[in-house]
Each structure stands twice: as structure tokens, then as C-alpha cells.
């Protein structure tokens, strides 16, 4: 008979019948493939094991069910295909009426509902909050939109004594607010047409009525990277290409973007996407109260950007002089400056140039950079632009006198 030192033999046999037993479990959860889809929570798999929660999962997927609880939290499934029925107005009022929405399907619009109801039976008022988290292309900034959606409708679905016009307005403007922040901070990667480059934080607030009374938005890190550098096969921001694509002769003319002009900051330009729609994005900026003549001003400022990036600098004879410009970009400065309302001299200074202060007398160098550091300084220059100038100014103007702010707050890269 085999010998054994400390019981290690007997545990390892143990350790084996255990596992073979837990393997059991498993395939004989799994054997019963036609009952998977009906798990509408996963705390009611058994066992739980990455295999069997995965497999449920792709079960309902199958059967159009994109939806599932996992206690307290919805896990969602990106469809990949449009389903009207799925966010109708109809199945909003379904689950705002319910006694119970936690008993129907798992659904976004029942964490929505269950949310408010929290709101409202609350004595004093507490706060309450909603985490959309995922990977790229799980669909997040969907999700938020339907939610936006979803308390919009039902903060503004019975009459304010503030008068309902304020609560429409306040509607309109917080959905508004979705194609304006899309347009200039989400671009399409190679794994989604819109993911979304920035972060944000909604915050709704609602009157002792329970009815909707202002808004806030916040931005933080802006993936201001993407101005100047954009990976194989992906895109810059959205607005980019919607002013290069939707400008009028007019605007064209003005803002100095020939059709069929070539932009080095502008790849894969003849991909059309439904995010490429620039009157959905004026649109949404004229009832965020952006006046035309700021609009204008914000495209000016994009469309310098472009011409911006189009500059290149060749290395000079004598380095002790500025790196010379190319001779088919030399046409790029002087636009560049009009468009950005900056002189040629001091564009090419702050390119060309690197200012020094050292010495207890703070003497004043300047030294030629290196065409390496003269395209830093060009990239450099293009990301600052964007995230203060268009994308922060653009946004902190989109206020009424309902208090609908966006507020931005960092940016990255």
C-alpha cells in the first residue's frame, strides 16, 4: 500500500474528485442549450464559471435579448443593428407606469425608472447615480443617450407650475447637447465609427416636482492627441470632416476649404458615416443658444488647424539658422495666420524658434530648433488650439438661462 507524508496524496485525490465533480456541474448546465436564454439575471446561474455566464449571454443575444441582470447591475450587449421597438416611447411609458419595472425584462429604461422612484421617495433629497462603463464599442455613448432620453420624457411628462415650456426647452437642449459633444470628441477607431475620446459626467436636476429644472455637463481628458496623430485605418475627431464635407461655397470661401482639398490631419476622408452629418451638428448648436457668428468662428479655428497640419519644414543648410519651409507648404503658413488671426512672423517664430531664459540676470536666448522640434511645436500648438479654443470655448457658451451648462474640466494626451 502506497505511503503517505502528510495527507498530500489524500488532498490530491480529493482535489481531483472535486474538480471532476464541479466539471459535471457545468456540462450538465450547459447540456440543456434551449433553456439558457431564459437566465435573465446571472446570480441565478449555477455554477458560476466564466464558460456558463459567457454562454448564457450569447444565448439571449441569439433570441434578440441584449439585456441581463447581474444583481444589481445591466449587463448590455451592443446589438450591432438598429431595434426601433427596443427604445420606443411606447416601452419608456411601459416601465415608467409599471408597479414594479424591476419585474419586467432587464432593461435600461427599468434601472432608469427604479433611479427615479429612488429620487422620489426620498424625504430629503439624495442624490442618486448611474455608471455607464464598457469598452470601446460597447455601446456607452448609446446608453447615455437613451437615458438622457428616458428622463427627459418622464421629468417633462407632466405639466411644471413652472410652465412647461421651460421644462421642453430644457428637453431639447439636454438632448442637444449629445450631437454637439460627439461632433468634436468622439471619432470613428477601428472598432467603432463613434466611440467617444473624452469622458463625461451628466448630472440632471430636478425641482421638488420631480420635474427636470437645469443640467450640467462635464468633460474630462479629451484625447487631444488625436488632432495631430491618428492611427492606421482611424479617423479624426467627427467635426473635421463634417465642415469639410457640409460647408456651403460660401463657407468654403471663408473659411478657405477648397472641395477636394487634402489635409495631412484628415485621413480616410471618402469613408462616409452617419456621424458625417454637419447640419445635425448646427442644428444642435443653434438650440444650445451658439450664436451663427460663433459658429463660425469655432469652424475658422478648425479649419486653421487643418492648414496647420499641412506645413512641413525641411532641414537647414546652417544650423545655426530656422528650419526652412517646404516650398508646396509655404502657402499653408499665411492661411494658417488668417484663418488663427496670428501674424506669418510670429506663427513661424513660435515654430522655428525655442525661447530660453537663464542666468541670474534672466538673459533671453533664442536657438533654431531641429525640424524633429519644429514639427513638436506644430502638433503641439494644433492640440492646445483644440481643447482651449474650439472644444473648451465651444462647449462652456452652450448656457441659457435654464442653467444648461457644459463644463469642461481636463483634457488628455
Known amino acids: 500500500m502506497p505511503k503517505q507524508e502528510n495527507g498530500q496524496k489524500g488532498d490530491s485525490v480529493i482535489q481531483n474528485d472535486l474538480s471532476e465533480s464541479f ?24 455554477p458560476v464559471t466564466t464558460t456558463t455566464v459567457l454562454r448564457c449571454l450569447q444565448a439571449r443575444y441569439r ?28 416601452l419608456m411609458r411601459e416601465y415608467h407606469v409599471a408597479l414594479r419595472p424591476q419585474d419586467l425584462k432587464p432593461h435600461i429604461f427599468a434601472v432608469a425608472e427604479q433611479t427615479y422612484r429612488n429620487v422620489q421617495n426620498q424625504m430629503d433629497p439624495v442624490n442618486q447615480s448611474i455608471i455607464v462603463s464598457g469598452e470601446s464599442g460597447a455601446g456607452k455613448t448609446w446608453t447615455s443617450r437613451c437615458l438622457m432620453k428616458f428622463y427627459a420624457s418622464v421629468a417633462a411628462s407632466v405639466i411644471s407650475p413652472k410652465g412647461n415650456e421651460t421644462v421642453e426647452r430644457i428637453e431639447r437642449r439636454v438632448l442637444d447637447s449629445n450631437p ?37 455637463i462635464q468633460t474630462f481628458l479629451l484625447e487631444k492627441t488625436r488632432v495631430a496623430y491618428q492611427a492606421p485605418n482611424e479617423r479624426n475627431f467627427h467635426i473635421f470632416y463634417q465642415i469639410t464635407k457640409g460647408a456651403t461655397a460660401e463657407e468654403r470661401l471663408e473659411w478657405n476649404l477648397p472641395e477636394g482639398a487634402e489635409y495631412r490631419w484628415l485621413p480616410n476622408p471618402e469613408r ?20 451663427r457668428c460663433t459658429q463660425s468662428n469655432v469652424f475658422k479655428v478648425l479649419s486653421g488647424l487643418l492648414h496647420l497640419g499641412n506645413i512641413q519644414f525641411s532641414n537647414p543648410v546652417d544650423e545655426s539658422q530656422p528650419c526652412d519651409l517646404e516650398d508646396k507648404t509655404k502657402g499653408f503658413v499665411k492661411t494658417t495666420g488668417d484663418l488663427l488671426k496670428i501674424p506669418v512672423e510670429e506663427l513661424l517664430e513660435s515654430l522655428r524658434i525655442r525661447t530660453i531664459t537663464a542666468g541670474k540676470q534672466q538673459q533671453v536666448f533664442k536657438k533654431p530648433c531641429s525640424r524633429a522640434e519644429c514639427e513638436t511645436r506644430r502638433d503641439c ?3 492646445v488650439i483644440y481643447a482651449r479654443e474650439s472644444f473648451r470655448v465651444l462647449l462652456s457658451r452652450a448656457r441659457d438661462f435654464c442653467s444648461f451648462q457644459v463644463t469642461p474640466t481636463g483634457t488628455a494626451g
Do not use: W
Not at 439585456?67 to 411606447?90: D, H, I, K, R
Open 180 to 216: 454637439v459633444m460627439e461632433a468634436f470628441g468622439n471619432a470613428c477607431t477601428l472598432r467603432n465609427n463613434n466611440s467617444s475620446r473624452f469622458g463625461k459626467y451628466i448630472q440632471l436636476q430636478l425641482d421638488r416636482f420631480h420635474h427636470l429644472s437645469s443640467a450640467s
Open 63 to 90: 433570441v434578440n435579448l441584449f439585456y441581463t441582470n447581474a444583481g444589481c447591475s445591466l449587463v448590455a450587449l451592443n446589438p450591432f443593428q438598429p431595434f426601433s421597438c427596443l427604445y420606443s416611447p411606447e
Open 272 to 291: 462616409n458615416l452617419d456621424e458625417d452629418s454637419f447640419e445635425v451638428t448646427r442644428a444642435a448648436m443653434c438650440h444650445l443658444g451658439i450664436e
Open 23 to 46: 466539471e459535471e456541474e457545468v456540462r450538465a448546465f450547459l447540456s440543456d442549450e434551449e433553456k439558457l436564454h431564459l437566465f435573465d439575471d446571472l446570480t441565478k446561474v449555477n
Open 381 to 383: 500648438l494644433a492640440k
